[in-house]
């Protein structure tokens, strides 16, 4: 005999394991304000937010879900931005938000970074004391400089898409925390 049972009656367990393949404004649109037992339940779990190639309306309804909604930067763990083909998203998101507001953020990826942004996130890089994983590209960034502002925090993963330096140019203490770096173009 075949037991039929609601998705909303699972355990939350279960939902959980679910809600944690899903991007967070996808998770959203589809389960917030469906019933209370999702709105809250989506509102207590660790969030993975992707906005790249995400539609600029989508992008822009989840941010004003962040903005009425404080307590959710509390909740993302992991954030990609992305200027490919979005123009501007991540300076936008900046002008929104300042990252270091994102407490528990784990890992961070700024896809087609550019130098118009990287004041901004150098300044706060050193103050996300839970980032783990740091990944960007971009033309004209000064890697080292990315490298350098970082090296007292507790990242341990680096991607970056060039690093051209001499062998000079980088010293031990500038990577001493880092334990796997990716260069994708050397």
Not at 11 to 38: G, K, V, Y
Not at 113 to 122: A, R
Request: charge should be neutral.
């Amino acid at each position: 005999m075949m037991v039929k049972i609601k998705f909303e009656f699972l355990p939350n367990e279960i939902l959980f394991q679910c809600f944690q393949h899903l991007n967070a404004p996808d998770l959203f649109h589809s389960f917030d304000q469906l019933n209370s037992h999702f709105s809250i339940l989506i509102r207590n779990i660790p969030l993975y937010l992707n906005f790249f190639q995400m539609k600029k309306s989508l992008f822009h309804h989840f941010c004003q879900i962040i903005l009425l909604n404080s307590e959710i930067k509390q909740k993302i763990i992991y954030l990609q931005l992305s200027n490919n083909g979005t123009h501007g998203q991540i300076e936008h998101f900046l002008s929104l938000f300042s990252l270091n507001t994102f407490l528990n953020l784990r890992s961070l990826s700024l896809i087609d970074f550019n130098e118009n942004n990287i004041k901004q996130v150098l300044s706060i890089l050193p103050f996300l004391s839970n980032l783990y994983s740091f990944s960007f590209t971009g033309t004209n960034i000064e890697t080292l400089e990315i490298i350098s502002s970082i090296s007292k925090s507790k990242l341990r993963i680096l991607t970056v898409r060039y690093l051209e330096f001499e062998s000079t140019s980088i010293n031990q203490t500038t990577t001493i925390g880092i334990t796997s770096l990716t260069i994708t173009d050397f």
